[in-house]
């Protein structure tokens, strides 16, 4: 029997306490370590992350592969995904969709998540044996069925580069949907489609700590996560829909 409620509280601990330290240095004067291209990065990513790893690693011996520092030790079948601010972008403007993101990946499936939206104090989990809670009020995925009354919601990677026809194709694709949405942050995208705000969230060489946690909430909504064509450097295709809409 796996100890996932045991686990979760893990997750929660270090994700609050994680969006607590990012709300305390919102307003202060930010170092910036890397801005090139569509990529941004913090010392506060780092100095967060940090704070995960610690509280993690206080309470559990499985690695973790965190977005800023890799792997802390060698790979078991049960390790944890950080992000420790996904959304640094929006962060860094001031616009308020960022958080704090934690998976437990069970070899290559993530089978617990908490994503904590500190901008708006909203914690949301779920594991692979619950439902999918947001502070302890359970969500659950849209019952719509057809693109075209449907929301995407979906991104451009910031280390991607598109042809002018997946471009083309990315365009063809939107005009099946009602609405379509880029909002800056696969977590939070990915609990929208959690909560029923929207019905899909799909996403080409997005890094695979942008997402599982996702994941794994959009599973214990009733949703359908797939997390597909895993690469060396973490990246992987994510679609997350609900159980309604053509997969």
Not at 82 to 102: A, E, K, Q
Request: hydrophobic letters at 40%; charged letters at 25%.
């Amino acid at each position: 029997m796996l100890e996932l409620d045991s686990w979760l509280a893990i997750a929660k601990s270090a994700a609050l306490e994680a969006g607590k330290y990012l709300l305390i240095n919102q307003d202060k004067e930010l170092k910036i370590l890397h801005d090139a291209g569509r990529d941004i990065k913090l010392q506060l990513d780092i100095d967060t992350e940090n704070i995960i790893k610690k509280n993690i690693s206080s309470q559990s011996e499985f690695s973790i592969l965190g977005e800023e520092t890799g792997f802390t030790d060698d790979v078991g079948e049960f390790y944890w995904v950080v992000d420790p601010l996904d959304g640094t972008s929006n962060f860094l403007r001031d616009i308020p969709i960022s958080c704090v993101s934690i998976a437990l990946m069970q070899n290559l499936t993530p089978i617990l998540g908490v994503i904590y939206d500190f901008n708006h104090d909203d914690l949301y989990y779920g594991h692979q044996q619950s439902k999918a809670f947001v502070n302890q009020k359970e969500i659950m995925v849209s019952d719509y069925s057809e693109k075209s009354q449907s929301t995407l919601v979906t991104g451009i990677p910031a280390k991607t580069n598109y042809s002018d026809d997946e471009f083309k194709n990315m365009i063809d694709d939107f005009q099946h949907w009602k609405k379509v949405r880029m909002i800056g942050s696969a977590a939070m995208a990915a609990i929208y489609v959690a909560a029923g705000k929207a019905e899909t969230y799909k996403e080409n060489g997005i890094f695979l700590w942008d997402i599982a946690a996702g994941a794994a909430i959009v599973n214990a909504a009733g949703g359908i996560a797939s997390i597909t064509n895993i690469q060396a450097d973490h990246r992987v295709d994510a679609k997350f829909t609900n159980q309604h809409l053509a997969f």
